[in-house]
């Protein structure tokens, strides 16, 4: 494939600047077990090649599922004519990039694709049964999700590179019902539960079944546990909520793009602004983030970029201070940096590559365990498991729920809540954070639905958390 | 001549070697420009075509799919789905009832050959026109033009035969100046051509003001949305009150609640895939055709909408209402895609305001989420185009609010509407693009629960 596209790019006109050519082949598997049978065997292949190209200062992009000579010519010809249909504007310069060359593939022990359809069902429907008992429980789920990708990538400033990556996930949940209450109780995550850059062993490895019991237990206690209280408190948040706070008020805040205003109609802007790298206080001196594309098992871990740019580990806030931000060969170039932060990324061969997270996690620090941390804080509120999500176009304003509250008092955990939530302004937020738990906590959630740009991207990122603690937040505000 | 979807599906069914089996074929044509600071940034054109099979056994589905479109691969295709459907009924039999017997998809005017040409001069023109009219304003453009062309075929061992094709355009602006103030204007039509990107454009720039800045703190205040926003709110409605399976297992806004009044009287919301002033539809994805279906009516809660799968678990006389948004029904159930509500008798908004002290203009709401699903309480943000309404008219621009209210609640306290209903779509086309809006009027509701304002930073 690569020789195919390298050779239609050969044949680019000389009015084409630049071209790139991605070939990627996807195959998914998608299960579920819901209510004692199975409701969903979902397996789908796809593959065809996107061809991006600038002329004349315009881009274009053209895919097709022709993934043949003539047809990715054809795909070429359609992305030259998209771009010189649009209005004249100025060529903006693009870092430079050192040509990609070679093979990478993420590590795994088991593929999942091996692994017969029938042990995966077994091992959902055991989990899914131990769900089941109380009749309030209207809904019970256990479904699991396989991903192979491959990518083959050629460009005219000297890419030719292939990648492989393969992912999978899982997810028990519960919706209760009782009245007019409903709660929901999900296990690793919610929204379709935590998944990584791995094989059928980070599947197995969650336990779904063990941890069924304890799951549906909550559900049902929720049903009649008391609201969250409104006012200002300290707040522990458990890992994965963690995760879902830097996603949204940190990494979409720090992507280049949309500093640079292009994204302004539809994914918004940014309260950052370039001239804030370097300089801008973020949150306190435990707010250490970094985005790494390196690490092991991250949905945003890779070889090289969709603009084959290798990938890398940047900090990106050191002790509270901002020091980098997310970017591509473009909005790199746009602030005058001399290189890419690497973080091009496409959604299939259907959709071109768009500043995008990778990994973006927050450091360790030096609380100790999760009951460490509870120990240490004489009032407070534990949260854990993401309901609900809402910030403002500029990552500053966010209110988020969760399934589970737990009062915290003199060191313990007390009272389970229902309806926990909380609210926000990101820099004021973010300077509350006073303990971090420390590494032997530290683990990564893998989100799959981050949407991002026209047409529609799903991209998948994760982030590295330990659960953290911080002062004076507005909480019980829904 | 190539092959046609519709051929593409018989030959798939052909090659499928199974007993219950259902294909769909997708061929999706479209285009996308998005623009930025008054410059063009992105182009994309798509050109892909994806066969799903579906097979059922034993009342269990299994659903494959491909974009090659060769013998083997649809036989490899085919041959996946056999497979996990024998191993889905491995664990006992299923609910799903069946595949639909053969429909008559209905007439509609959802076809817009101009469209489905899908030139990219015409993306090219908009943007210039837009990017003319904010110079004007002394504002940069910002947004998005697309179009695109669907066509989708459903063969199945019932007997179906089906042959769709439909087009869209959309189009929005939002206008902003220098200091950020920014407003929002868009458009959704079968045909692109009926999308005039001047006057959206002067829409967006008119609500750019350089007036101060009011805020509201939180509270209850009297609120006016625009068409855009109210589409939101019923989009999300769908979902939490209307589909059947939610309300089959209780999980539904209005599970025990038809036939009871949940809206104000002046509140009818139906679903109208066929009207011409919405993107008209005649099957759904089990090839059920599609009918209007009134939802609410006179603030009394009256039908939520079913797949086959859900209307199997409701049991009794219900039947699928042509509302399956996938092969064999969703995991996440059916849902209305065609929601007309229908209008009042102001004149404009500016009549909406007219009684109004002290209240919010809300032009657009921004990434609006489930709180609470049966109160289907929301929160979301307000953005490009809010303002404060003091006796009775716009006064000033206001600081957007974090709202944070029920659906249901807002259409309870409803009072008036405009006569005059724009088509509004938040235009995402996520996967395999399916375009779908919302008809809807401006409307005016007391008791807007505002949670948050924002600050400068």
């Known amino acids: 494939m690569l020789d195919l596209l390298t050779e239609v790019l050969s044949r680019a006109p000389a009015r084409c600047s630049y071209a790139e050519a991605r070939h990627v082949a996807t195959d998914e598997e998608e299960l579920l077990v819901r209510n004692g049978r199975v409701d969903r065997v979902d397996r789908s292949s796809a593959d065809g090649v996107g061809v991006r190209l600038r002329a004349g200062g315009g881009w274009g992009f053209a895919a097709t599922r022709e993934a043949t000579l003539a047809g990715v010519e054809r795909a070429l010809a359609r992305a030259l004519a998209i771009a010189e249909s649009q209005p004249a504007a100025p060529a903006g310069p693009l870092v430079p990039v050192a040509p990609a060359h070679g093979h990478w593939a993420c590590h795994y022990e088991r593929d999942p694709f091996d692994v017969a359809l029938e042990d995966k069902l077994e091992l959902l429907f055991a989990a899914e049964r131990a769900l089941r008992g109380d009749p309030r429980n209207v809904r019970s789920d256990a479904a699991c999700a396989s991903r192979r990708v491959r990518t083959a990538f050629a460009s005219t400033d000297g890419a030719a590179c292939t990648q492989e990556r393969v992912e999978c996930g899982a997810a028990i949940s519960v919706i209760a019902v009782d009245g007019d209450e409903l709660q929901v109780r999900s296990y690793p995550g919610a929204h379709g539960g935590s998944a990584a850059c791995a094989g059928w062993e980070h599947v197995v490895g969650f336990d779904l079944a063990g941890n069924a019991p304890r799951v549906t237990a909550e559900a049902i206690e929720l049903l009649s546990a008391p609201d969250c209280p409104p006012g200002r408190r300290t707040v522990i948040l458990g890992g994965e909520q963690l995760a879902l706070q830097i996603h949204e008020s940190i990494g979409h805040a720090l992507e280049l793009d949309r500093m640079l205003l292009m994204e302004a109609a539809y994914a918004g802007t940014s309260w950052v602004k370039p001239g804030d790298l370097g300089a801008l206080r973020y949150g306190s001196e435990h707010l250490n983030i970094t985005a790494d594309a390196t690490l092991d098992g991250g949905l945003g871990t890779f070889g090289w970029d969709d603009e084959g740019v290798a990938a890398a580990r940047t900090p990106l806030i050191e002790a509270g201070v901002l020091r980098a931000a997310l970017s591509d060969r473009g909005c790199a170039a746009a602030i005058g940096l001399d290189r890419s932060g690497g973080c091009a990324r496409a959604d299939g061969f259907a959709r071109q590559p768009i500043v995008r997270m990778t990994n973006v996690s927050i450091e360790a620090g030096a609380a100790g365990t999760l009951g460490d941390l509870i120990a240490d804080t004489d009032d407070g509120l534990y949260l854990e498991t993401n309901r609900s999500w809402s910030i403002d176009d500029r990552r500053l304003h966010f209110q988020f729920g969760t399934e589970v509250a737990r009062e915290i008092r003199d060191g313990e955990l007390g009272r389970l809540l229902r309806n926990g939530s909380y609210a926000g302004v990101t820099p004021r937020f973010w300077s509350g954070l006073d303990a971090v738990c420390s590494p032997s906590e530290w683990r990564l959630w893998g989100l799959g639905n981050c949407g991002k740009g026209e047409p529609g991207q799903v991209m998948r990122v994760s982030h590295g958390t330990a659960p953290a603690r911080v002062a004076d937040v507005q909480v019980g505000v829904a | ?457």
């Not at chain 2, 491909?66 to 041959?79: E, I, K, S």
């Not at chain 2, 350089?210 to 989009?235: D, F, M, R």
């Not at chain 2, 599970?255 to 509140?267: E, K, N």
């Not at chain 2, 206001?398 to 659906?407: E, G, Y």
């Open chain 2, 1 to 457: 001549m190539s092959e046609t979807p519709l051929q593409t599906a018989e030959r798939a069914l052909g090659l499928a070697d199974a007993a219950d089996v259902q294909v769909t074929v997708v061929r999706e044509r479209s285009l996308m420009s998005r623009f930025a600071r008054s410059a063009p940034t992105q182009a994309t054109a798509v050109d892909d075509t994806s066969v799903e099979i579906l097979v059922v056994h034993e009342g269990h589905t299994a659903l494959a799919s491909t974009n090659r479109l060769d013998d083997d691969a649809l036989r490899a295709t085919a041959q996946r789905a056999r497979a996990a459907a024998r191993a889905a009924a491995a664990g006992g039999a299923g609910t799903y009832p069946g595949l639909a017997e053969p429909a008559t998809a209905p007439a509609h005017d959802g076809f817009d050959e101009e469209t489905a040409r899908l030139d990219p001069a015409r993306a090219g023109d908009a943007l210039r026109a837009t990017f003319a009219i904010a110079a004007e304003h002394g504002l940069e453009a910002f947004g998005a033009w697309t179009a695109g062309a669907v066509r989708t075929a459903i063969a199945s061992s019932t007997g179906s035969r089906l042959d769709e094709e439909v087009t869209d355009g959309f189009m929005k602006v939002v206008c902003r100046d220098a200091s950020g103030r920014s407003g929002y204007a868009s458009d959704t039509a079968t045909a692109a051509g009926a999308i005039d990107p001047s006057m959206l454009a002067r829409r967006a720039a008119s609500k750019v003001s350089t007036e101060p800045l009011a805020e509201l703190g939180p509270g209850c205040y009297p609120v006016v949305l625009e068409p855009e926003a109210v589409g939101v709110l019923l989009e999300l409605l769908g979902d939490l009150a209307f589909n059947g399976m939610s309300h089959v297992e209780g999980r539904g806004a209005l599970s025990g609640r038809l036939g009871t009044p949940v809206a104000g009287p002046a509140i009818d919301l139906a679903d109208d895939p066929l009207s011409a002033g919405t993107l008209p539809r005649g099957v759904d994805f089990e090839g059920v055709a599609k009918a209007p279906l009134r939802l609410i009516a006179g603030g009394v809660a009256r039908h939520v909408v079913h797949d086959l799968g859900s209307a199997a678990l409701a049991g009794g006389d219900a039947r699928s209402t042509g509302h399956a948004i996938a092969p064999g029904g969703s995991p996440y159930g059916p849902s209305p895609w065609n929601l007309v509500l229908g209008g009042g008798a102001a004149a404009d908004v500016a009549e909406l305001c007219a009684p109004i002290e002290r209240g919010i203009y809300v032009t657009r709401l921004w990434y609006v989420n489930t709180v609470r699903e049966k109160e289907t309480l929301l929160t979301g943000m307000t953005r490009e185009g809010t303002f404060l309404i003091e006796d009775g008219t716009i006064a000033r621009p206001l600081r957007d609010v974090r709202f944070t209210d029920s659906v249901l609640r807002l259409l309870e306290a409803t009072e008036a509407l405009t006569s005059e209903r724009r088509l509004v779509s938040e235009g995402e086309f996520y996967g395999r693009r399916f375009a779908h809006a919302s008809l809807c009027p401006a409307l005016r509701a007391d008791g807007f629960r505002v949670t948050g304002a924002t600050t400068s930073s």
